[in-house]
C-alpha cells in the first residue's frame, strides 16, 4: 500500500514521526531518498548557558569534600572576558544567590582553593579526616581537582584525573590552589552532521525495501555504520569514540544483528576477549575488573547466536570450553547458595554512582545481586546446558539446566515486586540485602526474552514498567544529584532489547514507541548514538557519547530483521515470527539474506504477529521455517494475518528524580539523620526487613541484637530513595578482631593507618594460605571480613581485583573480595565483603586461599594488604 507522507505514523507532545520526516519542536530530520538523510538539529546545550554554575571539589579525585548534593554555587560574572570566584575553603559551602544570567562565550573562569587546613593537618597528624570520617594520608595525597556541571568541568568524579584543566595547583606554596578554564568555549558546540548521504557499497547484505522512506533510509544508514564498525584487524570497533574490543559490547550486538550479518569478525571478537586459560575476560570497570563485575556471561549468549546462524560445529565445540570454564569459576567465586542468585554489577551499568548509592564501594557492588546480571547467567547456563546435549555430554547438560532454574528461582522470589508489576533493580545492603524497586530496563527486557518471566508476569511489565518521553530510562525513577549517562538516559540498544520484549507479548502500544524511540535520534542525529537525555531527548547532555555505535546500530538492524520480519536462529533451523504493527501495513522485501549455505529473497505483505501464508518457493510452508542444510537461492513469500496484537497498556510517566538517601547515624540507642528536603516520611528499616516509618528524623532503638539499621526518603508521591549506608547496632563482644601480622610469615609496617603492630602482603606467591584460629564461645550465624588495603589502580577500571576463597576447618563457604581503592593509596584502608556462616561453639580454623579460580582478569597482580579479621556474630 502506499503512505500517506501527510499523516503521522506517531505523535507525542513531544515529537512526531512522518512517512519522510521527523520533527521535534525546531528541529527537523528530512528524509530525501533510501540513501539520503537531512536534519538541522541543534543542541538545546548550545542555546543557553547559564552564568549560576554548582561546582565542588575533590581530593585525590573523590566525592569526600561535602556531603552528597552539597556543592558550592556560584554566579559567573565577566570582566574584560574574564570570572574568578573569591578564595573558598575546602569543605565550607558557597553558596551565591541565582543571578539568571547567561555565560558569555569564551568566558576565562579561575577558581581558587584554600587548602590551608587541609595542608596543616598534613603535615601535623599525618593525615586529614573528610566530613565522612575517612583518614587521607599525606602520602596518598594525590592532588585536588574541581567537578561540576558546567563543561569543561563534569560530574564524573572517577575521571577527573584524567583532565588535566580539573586540576589545581598551588604554585607559590601558600596553600591556596588555582585553575584556570575556558566555560561556554564555542569549538564546545554540540551538533551533529547536517547530512546524511550513503556513500559505502553496502550489497554483499541483505537489502531492505518497504512503503515506508525512514524506515528503509535508517536501515540503510545503521548497514553503512556497520560497514564502518569493523577495524583493520577484522574486529568490531565499539563506537566512533570507543576503539576496540569490549565484551559486553560487541556480545549484546552480536545477539542483536552480527551473528548473522558478520559471523567472522563476530567470531574473531568474542576470541580477543578470551584469556590464555580459556577463561571469558571481564572488562576493565569497577573495582579492578571481576568479580566486582560478572556479566562477561554475555558472551555465551553471543557466541551461541554465531553457533545458531551459522552450524559451525568447531566453533561450538571452542565455545563450549570456553563457557563451561568460566561458569565454573563463577560458580566458586560469586553463585549464592542462599538466593540461588548470582554475584556482581548490573549488567553493562558499570559506572558506581549513575546506579548505585553513592555509598556503596566496590566490595559492596560485588555483593549485589542484580536483575540484569542474573538474567544474563541465567541464559548462559541454558545454553551451556544446549550445548552440552549437542555434544552429547549429558551430565553437563542437567546439571547446567537445575543450575539455570536455580537462578530463575532466585529471580522471581527475591526481585519479583507484584505492587508494581516488574522486577526490582537488585539486592544491596552488606549482611541483610533489601531490594531496590527501580525498575531496571535491560534486565526487565531480558527476563522476557529470556523466558524467566512466565506468560502473566511477561505481559505485567511490559503493561507497567515506566516509559518517558523519549523511551525507556536505563533504571527509573531517576537518582537525584547525578549527571545523565546511565541516569536520567535512554540508550538505543537498551531499548532495542524492551522492542523484542514488547512484541513477544504482543504489546503493540508498546511496540510502537519502541520503534519510534529508536528512530527520533537516528533520523535527528544523523547518527545511531550510544545514548541520549531522557529528559530532553538530546544527545549532548551526558557525560559520553558517541556516534556509530556498535550495539545501537545492531539493534536499528534488528528492527527489521528479528522484528519486522521475525528471524529467529535455532540450532538446526530458521524460524519466523514476525510482528509487524498495523502502523506500518503494507509491502516490504528483505533480499539477499545469507542463512548458511542459502540465500533468502522475503517478501512480506500486511500487518500483524501470526502468518496467513509462508510459501517458499511458490510451495506452502505451515512451520514457517527453513532447514539449517537449505543450499542455493529461495524465495520466500509471507502474507500476515492482520490482526493486532492485545493487550496494549503501557506506563507512560513523567521523568521523576527520587529522593536523596538520607545520612544516619547511631547514637547511643537513637538512630538519627538529617532532613531530607521534601521529604514526607521515612522508612526504617532492620536487617533488610521493614521495621517502621516516621515523619520525624529519630528512631528510637531498643533491641540488644546485631541490627543493621537503614533509613529510606519517602517523597510526596510516595517515591523512595535509595536506603541510607547501614548503620550497625552492635554490642562490642559480638566483634572479635584478629590481627592478621600474627599469622604470617612477616609483618610490613611501611604504609599508614593500620590498627595493629603491622600487616601481611597477600599475591600470588606470599601468603597463598592463611589460616587464623579462632574460638566461638556460641552457636549462631557469624560474619567475617577483612580491612584491607588495594593501591593497585583507580576504583573505576583496571583489572587487578584481589580474590580469595574462604574456608572454615578446610571447607569452602564463600569469596572475599579486595577491590582496588585508589591509585598508590596503599594508606586508604576499607572492608572486603563478608561472608555469612553458621558456627558451632568450639574451635575452629579460617583460611584465606589462594585457588585457581581466584584468578582475576590481571592473572599475575592479585594483590591486597590484609590488616586484619573481624568475626562478627549476626545472629
Not at 50 to 73: P, R
Not at 743 to 763: M, V
Not at 850 to 855: I, L, S, T
Request: one cysteine or more; glycine letters at 6%.
Amino acid at each position: 500500500m502506499q503512505t500517506n507522507a501527510q499523516q503521522a505514523l506517531f505523535q507525542s507532545k513531544d515529537f512526531s514521526i512522518y512517512h519522510d520526516k521527523v520533527i521535534q519542536d525546531k528541529n527537523e530530520a528530512k528524509i530525501l531518498s533510501p540513501v539520503h538523510i537531512i536534519s538541522n538539529y541543534q543542541s538545546p546545550a548550545n542555546l543557553y548557558q547559564s552564568a549560576d554554575i554548582s561546582f565542588k571539589f575533590a581530593i585525590n579525585g573523590k566525592d569526600n569534600e561535602m556531603l552528597s548534593g552539597q556543592d558550592h554555587h556560584f554566579s559567573v560574572k565577566v570582566i574584560n572576558g574574564k570570572s574568578v570566584t573569591p578564595v573558598i575553603k575546602f569543605g565550607e559551602q558557597l553558596k551565591e544567590p541565582a543571578t539568571g544570567e547567561y555565560l558569555q562565550p569564551n568566558t576565562s573562569l579561575t577558581i581558587r582553593l584554600d587548602m590551608r587546613d587541609v595542608v596543616k593537618h598534613f603535615n601535623e597528624k599525618g593525615y586529614f579526616t573528610t566530613f565522612k570520617g575517612d583518614k587521607i594520608y599525606k602520602e596518598d595525597f594525590k592532588g585536588v581537582f574541581v567537578a561540576g556541571g558546567t563543561a569543561p568541568m563534569f560530574w564524573d568524579f572517577d575521571n577527573l584525573v584524567n583532565r588535566s584543566e580539573l586540576r589545581l595547583t598551588d604554585e607559590d606554596g601558600d596553600g591556596i590552589f588555582e585553575t584556570t578554564m575556558i566555560l561556554n568555549k564555542q569549538s564546545d558546540q554540540k551538533q551533529t552532521d547536517a547530512e546524511w548521504k550513503m556513500v559505502k557499497d553496502a550489497t554483499a547484505f541483505p537489502q531492505y525495501q518497504s512503503s515506508y522512506l525512514i524506515s528503509d533510509a535508517l536501515y540503510n544508514m545503521s548497514i553503512e555504520e556497520m560497514i564502518k564498525a569493523v577495524e583493520l584487524d577484522s574486529t568490531f570497533r565499539t563506537g566512533k569514540e570507543w576503539a576496540g574490543v569490549w565484551t559486553r559490547d560487541i556480545s549484546y550486538s552480536i545477539i542483536l544483528s552480527m551473528a548473522h550479518l558478520q559471523p567472522e569478525v563476530a567470531k574473531k571478537s568474542l576470541l580477543r576477549k578470551v584469556n590464555k586459560k580459556k577463561r571469558i575476560i571481564q572488562d576493565t570497570g569497577t573495582g579492578g575488573a571481576y568479580p566486582a563485575s560478572t556479566d562477561r556471561m554475555i558472551w555465551a549468549v553471543a557466541a551461541n547466536e554465531v553457533y545458531k546462524a551459522t552450524g559451525d560445529k568447531d566453533w561450538l565445540q571452542l565455545a563450549y570450553t570456553i563457557i563451561k570454564n568460566s561458569i565454573e569459576d563463577d560458580m566458586h567465586n560469586v553463585y549464592d547458595a542462599e538466593t540461588g542468585m548470582v554475584k556482581g554489577e548490573s549488567s553493562f551499568l558499570d559506572w558506581r554512582e549513575q546506579t548505585y548509592p553513592k555509598w556503596m564501594q566496590p566490595a559492596d557492588i560485588f555483593e549485589s545481586e542484580c536483575l540484569g546480571t542474573n538474567a544474563v547467567h541465567y541464559q548462559a547456563n541454558i545454553v551451556l546446558s544446549e550445548m552440552a546435549s549437542i555434544l552429547k555430554q549429558t551430565s553437563v547438560a542437567v546439571k547446567h539446566t537445575v543450575i539455570a532454574k536455580k537462578i530463575k528461582d532466585g529471580i522471581n522470589k527475591y526481585l519479583w515486586l507484584p505492587d508494581k508489576g516488574y522486577y526490582g533493580q537488585f539486592l544491596y545492603g552488606r549482611n541483610f540485602k533489601m531490594v531496590s524497586p527501580r525498575s531496571e530496563a535491560l534486565g526487565e527486557a531480558l527476563c522476557i526474552v529470556f523466558g524467566i518471566a512466565d506468560d502473566k508476569k511477561a505481559k505485567q511489565i511490559v503493561a507497567s514498567t515506566p516509559l518517558t518521553a523519549f523511551g525507556i530510562n536505563c533504571i527509573y525513577p531517576n537518582i537525584p544529584n547525578i549527571p545523565p549517562y546511565h541516569n536520567n538516559a535512554v540508550w538505543p540498544f537498551v531499548q532495542t532489547y524492551w522492542l523484542w520484549a514488547a512484541a513477544k507479548v504482543g504489546n503493540e502500544a508498546a511496540v510502537n514507541e519502541s520503534i519510534f524511540d529508536i528512530y527520533r535520534p537516528a533520523a535527528l542525529f544523523l547518527t545511531n548514538k550510544e545514548n541520549f537525555v531522557a529528559e530532553n531527548g538530546d544527545f549532548a547532555g551526558t557525560v559520553i557519547n558517541s556516534s556509530n555505535m556498535l550495539w545501537s546500530l545492531s539493534g536499528n538492524i534488528s528492527l527489521v530483521h528479528k522484528v519486522l520480519f521475525g528471524i529467529k536462529f535455532q540450532s538446526e533451523n530458521l524460524l519466523f515470527q514476525p510482528y509487524v504493527p498495523k502502523v506500518f501495513d503494507g509491502k516490504r522485501s528483505l533480499t539477499n539474506f545469507k542463512y548458511r549455505n542459502a540465500v533468502l529473497n522475503i517478501e512480506m505483505e500486511g500487518y500483524g504477529n501470526g502468518i496467513n501464508s509462508f510459501l517458499v518457493d511458490g510451495k506452502e510452508n505451515t512451520k514457517h521455517e527453513i532447514p539449517g542444510n537449505l543450499k542455493g537461492i529461495h524465495s520466500i513469500k509471507i502474507i500476515l494475518n492482520n490482526q493486532q496484537g492485545i493487550g496494549n497498556k503501557i506506563n507512560k510517566v513523567t521523568n521523576h528524580f527520587t529522593l536523596p538517601a538520607p545520612n544516619a547515624a547511631l547514637n547511643g540507642n537513637e538512630l538519627s539523620w538529617s532532613p531530607v528536603s521534601g521529604a514526607k516520611k521515612y522508612h526504617i528499616s532492620k536487617n533488610g526487613k521493614w521495621l517502621s516509618q516516621t515523619s520525624d528524623t529519630k528512631f528510637s532503638i531498643t533491641d540488644k541484637n546485631y541490627g543493621e539499621y537503614t533509613v529510606v526518603a519517602v517523597d510526596e508521591y510516595g517515591v523512595e530513595s535509595f536506603a541510607c549506608e547501614p548503620v550497625v547496632s552492635i554490642e562490642d563482644a559480638a566483634v572479635k578482631t584478629y590481627d592478621a601480622e600474627k599469622y604470617a610469615t612477616k609483618a610490613i609496617h611501611n604504609y599508614k593507618g593500620f590498627t595493629g603492630y603491622g600487616f601481611i602482603e597477600i599475591n600470588t606467591t606470599e601468603n597463598r594460605n592463611v589460616t587464623i584460629p579462632v574460638n566461638v564461645t556460641e552457636d549462631g550465624l557469624y560474619a567475617i571480613d577483612f580491612r584491607y588495603a588495594n593501591g593497585n589502580g583507580p576504583t573505576n577500571t583496571e583489572n587487578k581485583c584481589a580474590i580469595r576463597t574462604l574456608k572454615v576447618d578446610d571447607m569452602q563457604k564463600g569469596t572475599l573480595v579486595f577491590p582496588q581503592r585508589g591509585k598508590g593509596e596503599w594508606s586508604n584502608w576499607g572492608y572486603s565483603n563478608a561472608v555469612k556462616l553458621f558456627l558451632k561453639k568450639g574451635d575452629h580454623k579460617v583460611t584465606l586461599s589462594f585457588e585457581d579460580a581466584n584468578d582475576n582478569m590481571n592473572g599475575d597482580i592479585n594483590q591486597a594488604m590484609l590488616d586484619n579479621m573481624r568475626l562478627i556474630k549476626i545472629k
